[in-house]
């Protein structure tokens, strides 16, 4: 089970987050999280394979210092895809995997002809989760 550590000041939906987290006694399922280890808020959009196309998701907000769950229940896929961004705008997470994003919450099948569709494009990084069912990955600032 992993631990959640908190720094610095507290985020609104970190200390509901934490304070759910302290009163459910309930075994840990499998999942997928991410962890923003940046000092900027993350706003994060998720890729994953939906039937015969691919599903976008989003958005997340993470606060520094704090994880959050994106999948709850095992890991069915084993690439999955990421983007993230500041509140600025400003890339956090980009790979070269284009798939569709839009400015506000959104769930988006398929990942081709986003402008045709009025949604932006957006480059994902891929991430190989391997045969695991539960799977932890940390946002941290480029050196």
């Known amino acids: ?7 610095g000041r507290f985020c609104k939906a970190g200390a509901l987050a934490l304070g759910v987290a302290l009163l459910a006694a ?9 962890c923003n280890q940046m000092l900027d808020l993350a706003n994060v959009a998720i890729g994953q394979p939906a039937g015969d196309s691919f599903e976008t ?4 907000k993470i606060c520094p210092n704090h994880c959050a ?5 095992p890991i ?16 956090l997470l980009s790979g070269t995997v284009p798939m569709c994003i839009a ?5 988006i099948e398929g990942e081709s002809d ?3 569709r009025g949604q932006v494009e957006a480059r994902f990084i891929e991430v190989d989760t391997g045969d695991t069912a539960d ?9």
Do not use: H, N, S
């Open 1 to 7: 089970m992993a631990r959640m550590v908190l720094q």
């Open 26 to 34: 309930t075994p840990v399922w499998a999942q997928f999280q991410l």
């Open 57 to 60: 998701r989003g958005w997340w």
């Open 69 to 73: 769950t994106l999948i709850r229940k």
């Open 76 to 91: 069915a896929a084993r690439f999955l895809y990421f983007f993230a961004t500041d509140i600025f705008g400003k890339e």
């Open 103 to 107: 400015p506000d919450r959104f769930v």
């Open 114 to 116: 986003c402008a045709l």
């Open 135 to 143: 799977w932890t990955l940390f946002l941290r600032a480029q050196p």
